[in-house]
C-alpha cells in the first residue's frame, strides 16, 4: 500500500469560484518524500477539485532559511483555478547548512515525478516558487537544472529528474555576496545571523559557498522563464537582489520578467492580492 493511502486527507469547502469547476479541494498533508536523518522529510499537496492543470507548482516557504514550515502556502487561489500545489519542507539552517536545503527540494521534485500518478498530477512540466528566503531558494533550484554540484542524493528517486520549466520568486535573494552590501540596517540585523547560519560563517568568509549559494552566478541561456515579484520598499531583502537576477538573465536573453510591487514591503497581501495575480496568471498562461 503506497504511502498517500496512509496520509491524512482533509477536505476544505469552499465556495465555488469563476475559474474552478468543483467547491471541493483536497489537501493532503505531512507525506514523506525522502529521509535525511529524522523526522523525515515531508510535504502538503493541495489538489483542485478537478484534474489537475499544468504545471504542477512547488511552493518553498520563506523564514530567513531557519523556520517556518510548509504550512504557509499564500497560493489557495491558484489551486481554486485548476493548479496543484505541492509545499514542501527542507532542512532548516539551524539542522544543516547549505547546499542541504537544496538537495532536500530537488528531492521533493524527483519523488513528485515518481509518485505524482498517485494523485493524477501532470508533472511534465513543474514550476517551482517561494517567497523571501524560499523565493531565494526556489530561484536557485530553477537555474541550476543539470548541475552536479547542486543535485545531491536525498532520497529514493534518484532515477528521476529535477528540472524544472519554470520559476517565481516572490521577494527572494539572489546575491548572497552582495546582499548585506545593499541592505538597510533592519535588514542586517535579520541577515547577518541568517547568512551566518546557512553558510556557516559570514559570506566574504566563505566566498566559494556564497556563490555557490547565489542564484546570478548559475544563470545561463537555457534556463527556464523566471518571475520576479518584488516591494520597492523592502527592508529586508533589497529590491535591488531583484534586479541584479533580472540583469543576469536579460545579459544571456533568457525569459524573464520583473513586476515590482510599489510601495510593498517584505511579504504580505500586497503579494497575493489580485493584482499580482493577475501577473502570475499571464506568466503561467504565456509559458504553460
Do not use: C
Not at 513543474?126 to 536557485?140: E, K
Not at 538573465?249 to 504580505?268: D, F, I, N, S
Amino acid at each position: 500500500m503506497t504511502r498517500a493511502v496512509f496520509a491524512a486527507i482533509f477536505l476544505v469547502s469552499l465556495l465555488p469560484g469563476p475559474a474552478a469547476d468543483s467547491s471541493r479541494l483536497r489537501s493532503i498533508r505531512d507525506i514523506e518524500y525522502a529521509r535525511a536523518g529524522d523526522p523525515g522529510l515531508k510535504l502538503d499537496l493541495h489538489l483542485p477539485g478537478k484534474s489537475p492543470r499544468s504545471p504542477l507548482i512547488v511552493w518553498v516557504h520563506g523564514g530567513a532559511w531557519r523556520s517556518g514550515s510548509k504550512a504557509s502556502m499564500p497560493l489557495g487561489k491558484l489551486v481554486e483555478e485548476g493548479y496543484a500545489v505541492a509545499s514542501v519542507d527542507y532542512r532548516l539552517s539551524t539542522q544543516a547548512k547549505f547546499p542541504a536545503q537544496i538537495h532536500d527540494i530537488k528531492a521533493a521534485i524527483r519523488f513528485l515525478r515518481g509518485h505524482g500518478g498517485e494523485w493524477r498530477l501532470s508533472v511534465k512540466q513543474i514550476l517551482i516558487a517561494g517567497d523571501s528566503a524560499g523565493g531565494h531558494l526556489a530561484a536557485v533550484v530553477g537555474v541550476s537544472n543539470r548541475s552536479s554540484e547542486l543535485e545531491g542524493t536525498v532520497g529514493n528517486d534518484l532515477a528521476q529528474s529535477s528540472d524544472v520549466q519554470g520559476i517565481m520568486s516572490f521577494y527572494g535573494g539572489a546575491n548572497l555576496t552582495t546582499i548585506l552590501k545593499q541592505s538597510t540596517p533592519h535588514g542586517l540585523s535579520v541577515r547577518v545571523p541568517a547568512l551566518d547560519l546557512l553558510l556557516g560563517g559570514h559570506p566574504d568568509a566563505v566566498p566559494a559557498l556564497a556563490r555557490l549559494a547565489s542564484p546570478v552566478f548559475h544563470v545561463d541561456e537555457k534556463d527556464p522563464p523566471l518571475l520576479l515579484l518584488h516591494g520597492d520598499q523592502d527592508p529586508q531583502m533589497p529590491v535591488n537582489q531583484a534586479l541584479e537576477l533580472l540583469g543576469a538573465y536579460q545579459k544571456v536573453r533568457a525569459p524573464v520578467q520583473l513586476e515590482v510591487v510599489h510601495g510593498a514591503a517584505h511579504g504580505g497581501a500586497m503579494f497575493y492580492d489580485e493584482e499580482p495575480l493577475k501577473v502570475v496568471r499571464k506568466f503561467l498562461r504565456r509559458y504553460f
